[in-house]
């Protein structure tokens, strides 16, 4: 039990008892505490009775290895850590993070959208959060789309399709994420500010987060068309699924001022194009996940 938190307060740790003092004290309690909550934001839902349970084994790799989001018998993630994984790899770290967001989606059928959404907000929310810089955050963005060029030759919609048979999920996480920045820039730049991706993860809990079956991608897109105005959510995706490799991200990138120049990755302070790239990466005072300010912006 998590000590005042009245949600995700089941976890259990699977490990010989040494290891549980460091995972409460300075790993997985340091994320659920009061203060984490802030950080995890709208983003990432505290549902009554949900459940970490981690798996402690001894690898040597030090690292956390595997994480699944459970929904049957009620939300919960399951994390697979090597008994030498340092604490400061636990809070905010990717896996966590990434198996919490599933359960601020709806369960989608196709994974470029059920992963590639929660992969590219598991690297913002980590950097909103406070876990690591700006700069950092970008860069892992930009290493992890350069992971997903790996696979050649073959469309999106082609590799989601099979990604489990062919283990193409580099592919398919990032070619979603791709999406995902696709319609979240042209959001921003189109209404200067005022809508993002945000609003449509929003929207997307309060019309269909509820919801017991398992949704298509192309229904919720439709459902993000009407709530925006216009069909930018299926245009863009219909574009990438068709496509043999990732989108020109680095252009996209560069809209909101972070140039992608060989291995490095430059921050353009152009306030024009800062105060967009800020908006969607920088790391919040307090932690907050930027939500609460979004909201306060529309009324």
């Not at 042209?186 to 309060?206: F, I, Y």
């Amino acid at each position: 039990m998590i000590e005042g938190r009245p949600s995700w307060t089941q976890l259990r740790i699977r490990a010989p008892r040494e290891h549980h003092d460091v995972l409460l004290r300075e790993g997985i309690g340091p994320f659920l505490s009061e203060r984490a909550g802030r950080r995890r934001g709208h983003f990432i839902p505290d549902p009554e009775g949900a459940s970490i349970d981690v798996y402690v084994e001894g690898d040597g790799e030090g690292t956390v290895y595997f994480g699944m989001a459970g929904r049957g018998g009620g939300p919960g993630i399951y994390v697979f850590l090597d008994d030498h994984a340092p604490a400061e790899r636990l809070p905010g770290g990717w896996t966590t993070v990434h198996e919490m967001l599933h359960h601020g989606m709806p369960f989608i059928d196709e994974p470029w959208m059920s992963e590639g959404w929660v992969t590219y907000y598991t690297e913002l929310l980590r950097t909103r959060a406070g876990f690591r810089s700006e700069e950092a955050g970008w860069r892992a963005m930009v290493e992890g789309f350069g992971r997903g060029r790996r696979t050649r030759g073959m469309t999106l919609e082609e590799a989601s399709a099979r990604m489990r048979e062919l283990h193409v999920y580099q592919r398919v996480y990032w070619g979603g994420a791709a999406v995902a920045l696709l319609v979240d820039v042209q959001m921003r730049l189109e209404t200067d500010g005022a809508r993002s991706l945000d609003d449509a993860m929003r929207e997307l809990r309060r019309c269909c987060g509820d919801a017991d079956h398992q949704w298509a991608a192309r229904e919720l897109l439709e459902e993000l068309d009407a709530w925006y105005g216009r069909p930018l959510f299926t245009q863009t995706a219909d574009a990438v699924l068709a496509q043999p490799e990732l989108p020109d991200v680095e252009a996209v990138l560069a809209k909101v001022g972070v140039r992608v120049e060989g291995d490095r990755v430059r921050l353009d302070d152009d306030p024009a194009k800062a105060r967009h790239r800020r908006a969607m990466m920088a790391p919040r005072p307090g932690g907050s996940d930027g939500s609460d300010d979004d909201a306060a912006r529309s009324r």
